[in-house]
């Protein structure tokens, strides 16, 4: 039986480990690396504002990753085209996460996908719910509306050949108050391919509740305090206790 | 240190950083490398890959390596390791994107998962099983419920049933290690599996 993910997320910003709240940095935790043989999947993103920074400190980081963690590694953030998707590829990345490019310019997902295989595009989406309650797609880190659904750019995404979906709540980043499941049921429900769900997870019943109500494929954390070997075998047992099938290693 | 050399099959698909990761890990000297010279240096060879039948089949026969590769291991019966699509490659043929035909050391065709639950998704992507049928040297110290990282849309049907050593089910059974003599395939990925990936492929090179 194939097991639910419980994915960690690490934002890097000119290469330093760091953490976010509501899209902006939060200084207050540093470099925290841990090879945690519980982990089942790793995400690392650039979050680096353009024109702050060097991005070869991220692709340093996309190869210290790749060498010495034997998980599956998707990397991005700040990917712009065909070069910028293979570099990471090269450096040892198994997936690569895109997002403003490819709601910019949707064939970028076929192309990467004709290329090197749907099982290594990964759209990434954040998304807000607005005032009369649907929800909207923000481009640029989470700074621009973009007018699309999110269960309708999922769709759209799957249909030109993405792999997987990442969806993001932007009110949720850093909150620890729980994922946005009516937002994470929305997109799960509207493609066949697996939802990676982030942003809001505080405790254990966050994981359970992202697999249950939000019906995702992999529950994605990027909170500091989850970090350790112990916390992720904590969770997976909480989650085991559920009822949720995890790999408890 | 382990003993020996191995050398990684270089054709231009794949996460070749990893695998390279993971044989240094095990304690390994390795190549990673396309050259009829290094290739016959080697005790052991891994086949990686990620991609599509076709590109896989096409990039062996440009660089040379379908004519190398079947003397080095059909003739002078070196053990290669093929994983993922490398370990389809090793098939007769597959139906991916039309006909093609691959190296043809396992007899046997590479076909479309299809799960009859339709709430499977696929590709199948994630930790999955892998049910030990057959004793095998890949199997030593591995824990029968040891889960595997899984990532694909075909697998390798044989035509004999004893080439399947290792089984996942995914709404269906499907071959996820397969072996004849000095060849051993896995469709999981050993060296994205952690501590019992690793040890599955230390297994292949301390043992095969």
């Known amino acids: 039986m194939l097991r639910k993910r419980l994915v960690t997320v690490l934002t890097f910003n000119d290469g330093v480990l760091f953490r976010t709240k509501e899209f902006q940095p939060d200084y207050r935790y540093t470099l925290n690396f841990v090879d945690a043989w519980a ?71 076929s192309e990467a996908a004709a290329l090197y295989g749907a099982q290594c595009v990964v759209v990434s989406m954040d998304a807000k719910k607005k005032e009369r309650g649907d929800y909207e797609v923000y481009s640029h880190f989470g700074a621009r509306p973009t007018g699309q659904s999110p269960a309708g750019w999922a769709k759209r995404a799957e249909e030109l050949g993405a792999g997987e979906i990442f969806v993001t709540a932007i009110d949720r980043d850093g909150s620890l108050e729980g994922y946005d499941n009516e937002l994470n049921r929305l997109v799960s429900e509207a493609v066949k391919i697996p939802v990676l769900v982030c942003g809001g997870a505080g405790n254990w ?27 992720i075998r904590s969770a997976k ?8 099938p995890v790999r408890t290693a | 240190m382990g ?11 794949g996460n070749l950083r990893s695998v390279a990761g993971a044989v240094k890990r095990a304690g390994f000297a390795l190549r990673i490398t396309c050259r009829t010279e290094e290739l016959e240096k080697a005790d052991k060879l891994i086949l990686p890959g990620v991609g599509a039948f076709g590109d896989g089949m096409k990039n062996l026969r440009e660089r040379g390596l379908v004519e190398t590769l079947t003397e080095l291991v059909i ?18 043929e597959s139906e991916e994107f039309g006909r093609h035909a ?46 595997f990282y899984y990532v694909h849309s075909y697998y390798v049907q044989p035509d004999d049933p004893s080439l399947v050593y290792g089984e996942c089910d995914y709404g ?12 051993y395939a896995t469709q999981f990925h050993p060296e994205k599996s952690q501590r019992q990936g690793l040890d599955l492929l230390k297994n292949f090179l301390d043992n095969a």
Not at chain 1, 43 to 51: A, E, I, K, M, Q
Not at chain 2, 75 to 89: A, H, S, T, W
């Open chain 1, 205 to 231: 019943q966050h994981f359970v509740d992202g697999f249950v109500q939000g019906k995702a494929a992999a529950v994605c954390t990027a909170c500091i305090y989850h970090f350790t070997d112990t916390s």
């Open chain 2, 3 to 13: 003993t020996g050399t191995v050398a990684i099959v270089d054709y231009g698909l």
């Open chain 2, 75 to 92: 003739r002078r019966k070196k053990p290669i390791l093929g994983i993922c699509l490398g370990c389809q490659l090793l098939a007769r």
């Open chain 1, 237 to 244: 047992k909480y989650l085991a206790t559920a009822g949720i």
């Open chain 1, 39 to 109: 982990v089942d999947e790793i995400v690392v993103l650039d979050v680096t504002r353009p024109g702050t920074g060097d991005r070869e400190n991220f692709y340093g980081v996309v190869e210290l990753f790749s060498e010495r963690c034997f998980v599956p590694l998707s990397a991005g953030g700040g990917v712009r085209n065909i070069e910028d998707f293979r570099r990471l590829l090269n450096l040892g990345a198994d997936k690569v996460v895109i997002n403003t490019a490819a709601l910019e310019r949707p064939e970028f997902i």
């Open chain 2, 172 to 183: 269906m059974k499907f071959p996820a290690v397969l072996q004849r003599d000095n060849i």
């Open chain 2, 102 to 147: 691959g190296l043809g050391w396992l007899a046997g065709a590479v076909v479309r998962l299809r799960p009859a639950d339709p709430a499977l998704r696929v590709p199948h992507v994630g930790w999955d099983d892998l049910v030990q049928k057959r004793e095998s040297i890949l199997f030593r110290g591995i824990a029968p419920d040891a889960l």
